[in-house]
């Protein structure tokens, strides 16, 4: 319909309508003629005032200046254009003012959360000596910890994450590892997903994954204070800390305060469940063993055989400055020594941290992380090798205290300390015996994106007697910025 | 059967009551965005600010108690240009509160609708500490807060629909007060147009922008990257160079270090709050008058 049609239909309708009315319609429709054009004219100023208001801000909009050039310094005497000079010579190249890039054509698929996932690396290269010619045998027992004398790179990881669906976020990180022989190893440390969208405050993740024993269970080296693993946590849960196949519930309780309640049920079967259904490293016969006991290496009976790991965390602001976070936490499953035999680890936690309101990049802070632990580990009777049934039992704790006292440098101290009963075990086994360390650090951080790190341990335990070590740590990470939880 | 009566309605009442007074549960990450929705909000909404106004925002420790506050949390405001990245995203993840999700009423980026400066045209590391969605600091210009405070009333109109005048009302308020202040700091800026300020670090540009001071020169030599002494030594011959007589720092910055660079240059260094919600600086208003009146200050005892 083009505007001369509706012109023609209305002045005919125009007509018509003048035309039938009867004589007292007439003032009704006068009335409401007067009333349609009271309204008209009231909407027509409501537009006229909100176009006044949109030409005010596009006025203020373009009598915004837009950067002026700074002025270009110019010599003023011959010491300048030489400060100048040496300043040129010695700094990285900086755009002078002026010349700052004014919102250039933004960078196709830049941003965060742009791509389907996050993707990053992180590389911890290690390199120092010990006094111990193989100091993987007894001092090291963690599998990122530095394995020999000179140069270790035990840990490059690769780190995804993002959303699946509107239901799940996905978290995938795989290890590469160099041995001794500089031998590449791989490992598929954590694969998971984690609901998003649970009701009742819950949460669930499958997968494999870091059970949340502890605080240092579940993270990952790069988040670590000190170049190894504290031996309490190697004790408990091996080399690979405590990781496996499973499912984990958790629960934020609706209390005034953080409280969260975890639940996971893993398969707990094999190194990663260290002191449960874990066959152990094959004798000079070929026959695995634990303990020294030669293991079943039997596959699930009923749910009795999965391995529970429940965990209690609670938080509490103490003051504008000062965080805790307190925790218990367990471990429950059968071990391979025997078809009855079981497991039981008990934990708690401890991390409090002080940083000022106005800290600068994070710094200055004092942070306290104390982790004790108990371990019984009833085991089988190996009539072969002259081990009768027995229950080992194992405890310890590592108390660290970091100082942040400058911003990019932290030092720190841990003492770590283990014992156990004297029940019938394997002779000269490294997981046994009585043990403390003593480790001073200092951390340098360049940047968020990279670390340097040098500690010393001082070392003594019942197997060896006393040990010095000395570590070097380099750090850098690629991709996606880390945000870490507290 | 009365008092069993009474049993029964007593808390059902109670219940309702609440439910009519209960306010919207608000969580901004920065105190800029907690002072924009305490403006929009007003008394209608329960307001928790997660940064410190005197904190690095770069720098915020993911607290446990955070996530019971995004638990609770009926609305998110959040800058939405990668400020946040190093703490947000595990406070979310943990919080389990589907009314944050992304896409959701109750999620709101203060930068959607923002025009970001200083966008990357590479991401690339050695640069310093960059954002890949652009300078995120962009509401050190009270335009941007402006569009800013827009979205929040939108947003919290469409998650409180009986309040929605009162929101508008409260927007309409801050515009026009905006607008009468703006005016006012542009008069008091215009004789000093073209002045160049120092700044510590690449915080300021839409601040500078606004009122016609150019903030392109920093004591950071990359953003994120500490002062140097080789590149303090190129920032003391520029300033000499030029008319460059005020340097600005925030709280959390080395004071130190802007007082040295001073002190060879004859320049005055001048406390700038990074956020809303010190003494006299309490409200976005305030704040950004402060920041205007003590640049002009600055500029005239300088001359």
New interface residues.
């Given amino acids: 319909m083009n505007f001369r049609t509706i012109l023609t239909t209305a002045s005919v309708l125009c007509c018509a309508v003048s035309a039938w009315p009867a004589e007292d319609q007439v003032p009704q429709l006068q009335r409401q003629l007067q009333q349609l054009q009271a309204e008209f004219e009231k909407t027509r100023l409501a537009q006229q005032q909100q176009i006044d208001a949109l030409t005010r801000q596009l006025a203020t909009l373009a009598n915004a200046p837009a950067p002026a050039a700074a002025p270009v310094p110019a010599p003023a005497d011959d010491q300048q254009k030489l400060e100048r000079e040496l300043a040129a010579a010695t700094e990285p190249p900086v755009a002078p003012p002026g010349t700052a890039p004014r919102s250039p054509p933004p960078l196709a698929g830049a941003h965060a959360g742009s791509a389907y996932m996050n993707i990053s690396f992180g590389s911890l290269l290690a390199a120092g000596w010990s006094s111990a010619a193989n100091p993987s045998a007894q001092l090291e027992l963690g599998d990122h910890d530095p394995i020999k004398r000179g140069f270790a790179l035990r840990n490059a990881e690769i780190s995804l994450d993002g959303a699946i669906d509107p239901y799940f976020k996905g978290f995938a990180n795989i290890v590469l590892k160099l041995d001794k022989n500089n031998a590449t190893e791989i490992e598929l440390e954590e694969s998971y997903l984690q609901s998003t969208s649970l009701p009742a405050n819950l949460q669930l993740k499958a997968g494999q994954y870091f059970a949340s024993f502890g605080r240092q269970n579940p993270q990952h080296p790069h988040t670590w204070a000190f170049v190894d693993q504290p031996l309490i946590l190697g004790r408990a849960f091996g080399p690979d800390g405590l990781r496996g196949i499973g499912t984990q519930l958790s629960w934020l309780a609706p209390t005034p305060f953080y409280t969260e309640l975890f639940l996971s049920v893993l398969d707990g079967q094999g190194g990663t469940a260290f002191s449960f259904r874990n066959p152990g490293d094959p004798d000079a016969a070929g026959v695995p063993r634990y303990a020294g006991r030669a293991t079943l290496d039997r596959t699930l009976r009923g749910p009795q055989d999965l391995l529970l790991v429940p965990r209690l965390a609670s938080s509490f602001e103490l003051s504008d400055s000062q965080t805790l976070l307190a925790g218990a936490s367990a471990a429950l499953g059968p071990n391979d020594t025997g078809p009855q035999r079981r497991t039981e680890v008990y934990g708690v936690d401890l991390f409090w941290k002080w940083k000022p309101a106005d800290a600068a990049q994070g710094f200055p802070y004092v942070s306290w992380q104390t982790e004790a632990l108990y371990r019984r580990f009833a085991a089988g009777a190996d009539p072969l090798v002259a081990l009768p049934a027995a229950t080992l039992r194992d405890y310890g704790y590592y108390t660290q205290l970091v100082w942040g006292f400058v911003p990019r440098w932290n030092t720190g101290l841990r003492l770590d300390y283990t014992a156990g009963n004297d029940a019938a075990t394997e002779a000269g086994d490294p997981y046994r015996g009585q043990r403390y360390r003593f480790s001073p650090e200092l951390t340098f951080l360049p940047s968020e994106f990279s670390k340097v790190r040098l500690q010393y341990n001082y070392d003594h335990g019942d197997l060896f007697g006393t040990a010095h070590s000395i570590w070097m740590q380099l750090e850098f990470g690629l991709g996606a910025h880390a945000a870490h939880k507290y | 059967m009365k008092s069993f009566h009474r049993c029964l309605t007593l808390p059902l009442l109670t219940g309702l009551a609440t439910a009519a007074l209960a306010k919207l549960n608000v969580v901004a990450t920065t105190p800029d965005l907690g002072a924009l929705a305490r403006a929009i909000g007003g008394d209608q909404i329960e307001l928790t600010t997660l940064a ?1 106004p ?3 925002p ?2 915020v ?5 955070f ?2 506050k995004l ?1 609770h949390a009926d609305a998110l405001i959040e800058g939405g240009a ?1 400020l946040e ?6 406070l979310l ?4 509160n ?1 009314k944050l ?2 896409g959701r009423p109750g999620r709101i980026a203060g930068a959607e609708g923002v ?9 690339d ?1 050695s640069q310093g ?1 960059i954002h ?3 300078n995120p600091h962009y509401l050190t210009d009270p ?1 941007n807060a402006r569009i800013v405070a827009a979205h929040i009333a939108r947003a919290l109109a469409e998650l409180d629909a009986t309040s929605a005048g009162v929101y508008q009302g409260n927007l309409k308020k801050f515009d026009d007060a905006l ?1 009468a202040r ?1 005016a006012e700091w ?1 008069k008091l800026a215009a004789p000093f ?2 002045r ?1 300020v120092v700044t510590y670090h690449n915080y300021w ?1 839409y601040f ?5 001071w ?1 903030m ?2 920093f004591l950071e ?2 953003p ?3 002062p ?1 002494p ?2 303090l ?2 920032v ?3 300033m ?5 007589k005020v340097v600005t720092v925030q ?4 004071r130190k270090t802007a007082e040295t660079v001073a002190s060879h240059t004859g320049a005055l260094v001048l406390d700038w709050p990074s956020f809303p919600g010190g003494p006299g600086t309490e409200g976005y208003l305030e704040w950004m008058d402060h920041l205007v009146k003590s640049t002009v200050a600055g500029f005239e005892q300088t001359r």
């Fill in positions: 410190k005197s904190e690095d770069h720098f420790d993911a607290k446990p108690s996530i019971v638990n990668e990245a190093g703490w947000l995203t595990p993840e943990g919080a389990r589907p999700d992304p025009a970001l400066l200083e966008v990357p045209t590479a991401l590391r500490d890949a969605s652009g335009l607008e703006l542009q147009a073209g160049p540009i500078g922008r606004r009122f016609n150019p392109e020169l030599p990359k994120g990257i500490p140097t080789a590149h030594a190129a003391i011959t520029k000499k160079a030029g008319n460059l709280p959390y910055q080395h």
